[in-house]
Structure formats: C-alpha cells, structure tokens
C-alpha cells in the first residue's frame, strides 16, 4: 500500500497546539513572534516555542515555523535571528515565502529544511525543479491546482509536495493579492490581511442589472470525499488551515481526517456534517480541486454556521499519553538501573548501589509504584519490567530522583541534533540600474506612435501578442496541462518579432529560454529585497519589476537592475474564478466592461486575462509624473508602466505628463 501522506495540522495558541496533538497530527504549523502570515494569531516565541517543540517531538510529531511573509532589506538581520531562534528551538523545518529570506537563511543555516509556502505561487513540476535548485526540500502547492495537474506536479517534481485540504480558502491566487495592502493598508503579504473579499460587491457596467451579493466570498475547502485519491497520488503532507481558528476546531478537524487517513477512506455523509458542523461557510466546496469552479463555490458564514461551532466541546487540555516501556534493575553491588523506551528511542539512567536492608526490603509494588510515577508529563506506563534482589533497601527519595532524571533524559533525545550557524554575509545584485522605459499594455490598439517612441520595451500579454510590441507577458499562472499551449504561443511570438518575455512565477522560465526569449522578472516575483534580487539574478533573469507594495526609500535601497511601477491600476487580486460570471454576464466580461462596487461606491474594474483568469485593479492609478525629484532620490531610473482601462488617448495623456513632469488630472495614488 502507498504510504500515508503526513497530517499537518494548525496552531495560532499554545491551546490548538495541543489540541492538534489530541487529534492525531503528525505535524504541526505555527509563527513565530514575527515574520508570519498570521500576526493576528497568539503565536509562539522564546521559551512558548522551545516548550512546545519539546512536547511534539515527545509524542513524535514535526513542527514547522512559519516565516512566510515578504521581508524588507532593513529586516532580514532581524529575520535571519528569528529563524535562529527557531532553529535552537528545535523546529524540523521553516515554511518560507520570501526568495531573499530563503537564500539568506541556506547561507546562515546550511542544514535547516526549507518548504517553500503557498505565497509562492507554485503550481508546476517546473517550479519544484527551481525551488530544489534554491535549497527548498518541499512545497506547498497552490490552492487552485486542479486533481490533474496535481497528479503530474507529485509525478515529476523533485521535492515534496505538500497541500491544503481544509479550511478557508482565498479566492485570489496565493501571492498574488494585494487588495488588503492597496485599499486598506494591511498587506496579506505582511501577514495582515483585511480579508475585503469577504465583504458585498455589487456590478455596474454590466450588459444587464447587476447582481449584489458576496462573489468573492469562497466556502471554506474539503477534499474529505477525496483521501483514497490523495493517498494514491503520492501527495506527501496533507494541510488543514486555521491558525486563526479556537482549539476545538482544531482538535475536531484533525481527529476526523486522521481517521480517514488511518482507514484509507473517503468521509461518508455523516462525517462531512460533523466537519462542517465544526465550521463552514454554508457548506465546503471542492470546485478547484474537480475542476468545477462556479457559483456553487461561494459562500458566507451565517449565524446557524456561528452556533453550531459555538456547540462543540470545549477543549480541556491534551489527555492522550505516550506509553514508555520501562525496565529497571535493582541488585545488590550494583548501581540501579532505569530504562525508558518507545520502541524508537530509548535511554538509560545509573543512580545509588542499594544498601542491605535492616527491617524494610523493597517491594515489587514499592518500587513499580514509584517509578510509575509519570502524572503532570505526557507519558503513561506501557509494560513495566522488574529485576530486584531480596532484602536490599533505598530511600523513596532516590528512587523518585531516579525517575525524573530517566524521564528528563528521554525527553531531551527528542530535541533532534544541533542546528550549525555560520556567519551571515550579505549577497547584493551584481547588475547597476538601467534608465529603461517599459510599458505593459492589455491590448494592441492602446499603443500609439507616440508610445512607441517613448518606451524602449514594451510588452503585450502572450495570447493578445502583435508585432507592435516587442514582449510577451506570460500568464500568471500555467498548469502543467497547458505547457504545450504555451510552448506553441510563445514560439510563434518569437517568429513574429518577440525578443523579451515578463516572467511572474519561477516555473515559467524554461518556457521562455526554450522559445528563445529573453527573461525579465514581473512584479508578480514579490521582490522585496537585495537578497531576491540577487537570486533572480543568479537564475539569469537580468533585470527585474520590484514589488509595487515597496516605499520609495525600500527601493531605492535594494539596488541592482531593477525597476519600479511608476504608473498604473494597480492589480488587486488574480482569480482563478471568473468574478465577472457572478455578477454579469459573458457579453460583459468580453467587452470587459465590469466593475465592483463595493460599500463605500469604490468602483474596481475587472479585466479578462489569460484563459478565464479575472484581474480586479485598483480604482486610481499610481502616478509619479510630477514627482521627478522624489524619483530621483530613490535612484529610480528604470520605471514600468501598466496600462490597462486606458484609451489610446489617455495613453497619449499619461506619456506626455511624464515628458513634461506635469501633474495627471483626477485622482492618484503615489509611491
């Protein structure tokens, strides 16, 4: 039989940690005080962390710390202390989501294991043969993989993959949301996340009246009705979310998958009723992982869902025991002996040579029932085994000392080696900033004359490619099913004047050398740091779009060849699931003449992108015509622009403000 996939389980308190070990994880996931996509969450620190690693690894379950936010240059020192604490506490491995952060953390801890998160974006084979050649031993697979994909991306990539299975589901493309950070100022890259696509949208521009109602609001995710599907496929971790979650959750979540897992079988009716009386969103959806993506997937949290979870039992604290084998010797002329054991790991303790007894010998009931004195730890009393001589006597006090050491022993050979730090040199990009003007336009008629004499490169999107542009935008995401697709449309741009290909994700870069293009790195990339940057570099990306969500004074700090969006609507969130269908029609998502209007009357355009991928962009554009100067001090000379909603006359509006360093009428959003 295939081997079992791991359960990895959540926990944002000390109290889900412990409920997840009640529950029969076999791994657990939690943040540190710092640098974690949960800031929200209790999470762990010093000696919390250090106490609870110790206590999993007792019971025989892995931790994973969560680094999984984008770190900014200023920051990595104190991120690279932040996984060493993690590192002398014991944890089997970091979940990481910043390139930069990866690299400078193989260089410090050459033997630390590495996942690469979610917040990567990795949906291909290709990108677990980029992340293997970073240092990454595993990965969390994107949300949206479908079962077909996720079958080839096991088969042929060669590290790990590890999924989610249950719990909440974002409805834009992990890494790829920046709604929270544009609108609100909260980065879901940051770790804090305002969760807008929980809230009603409305539709206006619609080729008939708008429907109102919550269509990015997602059911939570099950794949409870597929477990003999994922064990065959190989997946090696299967993930619950819900750091944010009450331990009962938890606890109960984790209890019914390990059933499953342990009887290799799908959930029956009754089971998907109790996971979703634990919590739901009306139900769970597993729209991406069939395939069947549509209305069918949405979902809100109504007030029957809220008291059925207030119901639950709650969590009194972990009761389940590790059984130890013990087996002591107590002889005459020779110290007494302990030995503890779990049938993996054992250890033995010497303590006093017993003395002849004057009145009171030892028992067998004396000394088993002080040995067996395991209350207030996680053991309990499997077999108990014997040897004792007649007639010897030793102080209750010595014997009890016998067994706290034997216990304390035990539990420290749970702690694993010693992790090797070494120095930490930073590595800067070796290249210089270019004085580059590029542009990305959504379709060929916004290019005018005066566009092309004003930009040195400008890109179109792969499947709207024409011989005015000399680039290609590769989609944001491309599923092993679509590689060939893509192979032939990118050779045929390259036939008809392609030189230069904007690369958003790793595992897309094979693609583009294959064609013949030459690599330049999205702004999709999340680079954020000097470090990234360097790494990029070293892939042979020769220059790069930063992070749009980076302050003037962050870029100008990060240096090598690298470039900054100086306007544009910005893009808010990259859907998987057609939005538009929600709230219009198809007529209206060809003539892309959607838009979101959420509460307050904001209005954000939604464009069709690759395949029936929906792109929802900010409401203004970012705009830094008549702010040369601040440009200047930020050392931004290679500068990116996004036209998307734009006529060609307003393409020609945008260019001429930058010439004359004027002002652009109408609201805008600055750097």
Not at 99 to 122: F, N
Not at 169 to 193: A, D, I, T, Y
Not at 326 to 355: E, H, Y
Not at 474 to 489: A, G, L, N, S, Y
Request: with cysteine.
């Amino acid at each position: 039989m295939k081997r079992l996939p791991e359960l990895l389980c959540p926990a944002g308190s000390p109290e889900a940690f412990d409920a997840a070990i009640e529950g029969g994880a076999d791994a657990i996931y939690l943040g540190g005080a710092s640098f974690n996509a949960r800031m929200h969450a209790k999470n762990f620190g010093g000696d919390d962390l250090r106490s609870a690693v110790l206590r999993a690894h007792a019971y025989g379950v892995k931790v994973y710390l969560t680094l999984n936010t984008l770190v900014t240059d200023r920051e990595l020192s104190a991120y690279l202390d932040a996984a060493g604490e993690a590192a002398c506490a014991g944890v089997d491995a970091l979940i990481v989501a910043d390139l930069g952060g990866a690299a400078a953390i193989k260089r410090v801890y050459p033997d630390l294991e590495l996942h690469a998160s979610t917040q990567m974006s990795g949906h291909s084979a290709a990108m677990g043969e980029k992340l293997q050649a970073l240092g990454f031993s595993r990965m969390v697979v994107a949300r949206e993989t479908p079962a077909v994909d996720l079958r080839t991306v096991v088969k042929n990539s060669p590290i790990e993959v590890e999924m989610f299975i249950h719990g909440a589901l974002c409805v834009s493309h992990s890494g790829q949301c920046l709604f929270s950070s544009v609108v609100g100022g909260r980065s879901g890259n940051r770790g804090e996340c305002a969760q807008p696509c929980r809230l009603p949208f409305s539709c206006v521009g619609c080729g008939k009246k708008g429907r109102e109602g919550y269509p990015l609001s997602l059911k939570d995710l099950s794949l409870a009705a597929h477990v003999p599907e994922l064990i065959d496929m190989g997946v090696a971790s299967l993930k619950i979310e819900g750091r944010m979650k009450a331990p009962e959750y938890v606890r109960d979540t984790a209890r019914i998958w390990r059933r499953l897992l342990d009887e290799r079988r799908a959930a029956t009716a009754e089971e998907m009723r109790e996971l979703s009386e634990v919590f739901s969103r009306g139900g769970f959806t597993d729209g991406y992982y069939t395939q069947k993506i549509g209305h069918g997937m949405l979902g809100v949290r109504s007030d029957a869902d809220k008291t059925n979870s207030r119901a639950l039992e709650p969590f009194a604290g972990l009761t389940r025991r590790i059984p130890l084998h013990v087996f002591a010797s107590i002889k005459a002329d020779a110290p007494a002996k302990l030995t503890l054991s779990d049938g993996a790991r054992s250890v033995t303790v010497l303590g006093d040579v017993p003395m002849p007894a004057q009145n009171a010998p030892l028992t067998h009931e004396t000394v088993e029932r002080n040995l067996s004195k395991f209350g207030g730890t996680c053991y309990a009393v499997g077999e108990f085994l014997l040897e004792l001589d007649g007639g010897l006597m030793m102080p209750i006090s010595r014997l009890n000392d016998l067994r706290r050491r034997a216990l304390a022993a035990f539990g420290a050979q749970t702690n694993g080696d010693e992790i090797v730090r070494k120095a930490y040199t930073p590595k800067p990009p070796e290249a210089d900033r270019s004085s580059v003007k590029s542009a990305r336009f959504y379709e060929p008629a916004q290019i005018t004359p005066r566009a092309r004499a004003y930009f040195d490169r400008i890109f179109l999107p792969l499947q709207r490619f024409e011989a005015v542009a000399d680039g290609v935008v590769m989609p944001p995401v491309i599923f092993d099913r679509e590689t060939e697709t893509i192979k032939r449309m990118l050779c045929d741009a390259k036939s008809r004047g392609a030189k230069y290909a904007l690369v958003g994700n790793l595992g897309h870069l094979s693609l583009v050398r294959d064609a013949g293009l030459v690599p330049m790195g999205d702004y999709r990339l999340n680079l954020t740091n000097p470090e990234s940057v360097a790494q990029i570099e070293a892939l042979g990306i020769g220059s790069s779009i930063l992070s749009p969500e980076l302050t003037l004074p962050q870029i100008r700090d990060i240096g090598g060849d690298t470039a900054a969006i100086v306007y544009g609507r910005l893009p808010l969130m990259t859907l998987e699931k057609c939005v538009i269908r929600e709230v219009a029609d198809c007529r209206s998502c060809e003539a892309n003449s959607v838009k979101l209007r959420d509460r307050r009357g904001v209005e954000f355009p939604v464009l069709r992108e690759w395949e029936h991928l929906n792109v929802i962009y900010n409401i203004i554009p970012t705009c830094m015509s008549d702010r040369e100067d601040a440009l200047a001090r930020a050392k931004v000379t290679a500068r990116h622009f996004l036209f998307t909603t734009e006529t060609a006359r307003e393409v020609d509006a945008v260019i001429e403000a930058y010439e004359k360093h004027l002002p652009l009428r109408g609201n805008v959003r600055r750097i």
